[in-house]
């Protein structure tokens, strides 16, 4: 079965400070990959995804994150953060099997941006 | 454009009542539909999925059920809420193209308490 684990459950920062989130997934199949941002009390938005092709994605907000299918691997990285990145970060991956798209979400990671 | 409508926004109800939530999808046909529960402090549990009209699968046992009465409509029902039922939970949506996945698409969300 596919998982989905995030390493960190929180991640504190100081403003301007790079910041990795980690994420491993396992699975048996070809997987398209995906990181996912949560502000208080509102649904999800997508931050990046990984399809195929280039294995450095880069999304919104100065975030990016690589793939490596070696380490099974999808961290997502931004090299300054700012208070307004303080949010609910997800990992997930996306299982394609008999005409149905199933995302598997990783437990999520808390960062908090301090002054 | 795609947008996905999800309501109510919050909701409080006695233990034992009955529960519907109601999602729409606009600007695309056929899409997959999906119901999440975000519990306090924990990530996303896929509860239901459908791929189409009346065709739902559950991904765990518990107190819900789903229906999918229209292309476009998804519903999350309880015929008797319990107080593990609180919780945030999540529409979303997601098309695929052929064997390729995209990402799925949430709305904002609706905030169960049973008390």
């Known amino acids: 079965a596919q998982s989905v684990t995030q390493l960190d459950s929180q991640v504190p920062v100081f403003e301007e400070a790079p910041v990795e989130l980690r994420c491993n997934y396992s699975?048996?199949?070809?997987?398209?990959l995906f990181w996912y941002v949560q502000y208080p009390n509102q649904g999800l938005q997508l931050l990046l995804k990984y399809l195929s092709g280039s294995t450095l994605v880069k999304g919104i907000n100065g975030f990016e994150a690589e793939f490596n299918k070696s380490q099974t691997s999808f961290h997502l990285r931004k090299p300054s953060v700012h208070i307004s990145d303080t949010a609910e970060y997800f990992c997930a991956v996306s299982v394609v099997s008999a005409g149905a798209q199933k995302l598997v979400f990783g437990q999520g990671t808390r960062l908090t941006i301090n002054p | 454009s795609q947008t996905i409508h999800q309501w109510p926004a919050t909701l409080v109800q006695p233990v034992g009542s009955p529960l519907s939530l109601e999602c729409t999808v606009e600007g695309t046909s056929n899409p997959n539909l999906y119901w999440y529960r975000q519990a306090a402090g924990r990530g996303l549990q896929l509860l239901f999925y459908?791929?189409?009209?009346?065709?739902i699968s559950s991904e765990v046992p518990q107190n819900l059920s789903a229906s999918r009465p229209q292309d476009r409509q998804f519903i999350l029902s309880s015929k008797k809420l319990l107080l593990s039922d609180s919780g945030f939970y999540l529409c979303?949506?997601?098309?695929?193209?052929?064997?390729?996945?995209?990402?799925?698409?949430f709305g904002q969300g609706t905030r169960l308490t049973v008390v």
């Open positions: 699975s048996s199949v070809s997987v398209y």
């Open positions: 979303a949506w997601s098309v695929l193209w052929g064997i390729y996945s995209t990402e799925a698409f």
């Open positions: 459908s791929v189409g009209i009346g065709q």
